[in-house]
């Protein structure tokens, strides 16, 4: 149980979480079927566009707040993955998948004829970095909510794709072949160590187990061996990093903290890193004002 327990806190280290959708006048886009997420049209048609994307295990639901704030000066494209919050799995249950919901993301992109500023959290924020990465002419801004080029540094600042790996795919095993039960009884201990807010915490729960566990096994993998430090120097698209910073879950030290999300960022130009305090994980949850007004300031 102990071995279980430290492989799940793991999962959703790297992880993130009905919408209640700010009336807009369209709804999903037709000009091109995605396979491997679906997306909620929102805010208001004619306005700058953005995109959304939750992380690990996690709803499309994370983003509430923040839509409401947008809604009434942009046009907002919400994504759900598919497999994560009760979404049906699809394609995303075999095979690889970052990068597949990468081309698809780029894909919505050119068929929409839109230039957005993406924005994501956890694994969606390595996803919206990635997209930049790949297809540099997608995006005019990107906004990072608590992710990093390559997330294995946070346990080991030595470590590398080759080094990771053994427990990247012990993880994801575990992960795999652990009862329902038991994978459901640990979701709220771990739950608690990412989100402070406890209406948060309820649904970063119930998300993560109604995800597909094969989907949330295999993404979490991926993201471990996924390294993008030789890639952030060359992402010249301007950055807003927000990180969270909670004395009682991190220590009496944020420099320790600070070091992590700066050395990670250090080669990218174009960037610009705001601490987020008295927040865990989701910051969207534990200091949801805070967070609008970053992102404001930034969009404007």
Same mark, same amino acid.
């Given at each position: ?108 992109i050119v068929a929409n004829k839109i230039h957005p ?43 590398? $794709?080759? &080094?990771? =790996? ?11 072949? !652990?009862?329902? /039960?038991?994978? %459901? ?30 989907v949330f096994a295999n993404a979490m993998y991926e ?8 890639? $952030?120097? &060359?992402? =010249? ?11 009682? !879950?991190?220590? /009496?030290?944020? %420099? ?45």
């Open positions: 149980m102990k071995i279980f327990r430290v492989l799940v806190m793991l999962a959703f280290v790297l992880g993130g979480i009905a919408l209640l959708c700010v009336p807009s006048r369209g709804q999903t886009a037709k000009s091109f079927a995605p396979t491997r997420f679906t997306i909620t049209d929102a805010g208001t048609v004619g306005k700058p566009d953005v995109v959304l994307i939750p992380g690990l295990a996690s709803s499309k639901a994370v983003w509430d707040g923040e839509a409401k704030l947008l809604a009434p000066n942009y046009r907002l494209h919400i994504v759900q993955i598919d497999g994560f919050a009760g979404a049906p799995a699809g394609p995303n249950a075999t095979g690889a998948f970052l990068a597949p919901v990468v081309e698809e993301l780029h894909a919505y500023t993406v924005m994501g959290h956890s694994l969606g924020g390595l996803l919206t970095l990635m997209l930049a990465d790949k297809h540099p002419e997608d995006v005019s801004k990107l906004i990072i909510v608590d992710s990093l080029p390559f997330y294995a540094v946070v346990f080991n600042p030595a470590a590398t $794709v080759d &080094t990771v =790996k053994p427990q990247a795919d012990a993880i994801r095993q575990q992960l795999i072949a !652990a009862p329902a /039960a038991q994978f %459901a009884a640990m979701q709220p201990l771990m739950v608690a160590g990412m989100v402070k807010n406890a209406d948060g915490q309820k649904l970063v729960v119930a998300s993560s187990i109604a995800s597909d566990r094969t993201d471990l061996q996924t390294d993008l430090r030789g890639d $952030v120097a &060359t992402i =010249k698209t301007p950055m807003l990093m927000l990180y969270p910073y909670d004395a009682t !879950a991190q220590g /009496a030290d944020p %420099a320790k903290v600070d070091t992590i999300y700066t050395t990670a960022y250090a080669a990218k130009p174009n960037v610009k890193l705001v601490r987020i305090d008295d927040s865990r994980h989701f910051i969207m949850y534990d200091q949801p004002e805070k967070l609008d007004a970053a992102v404001e300031s930034f969009l404007k």
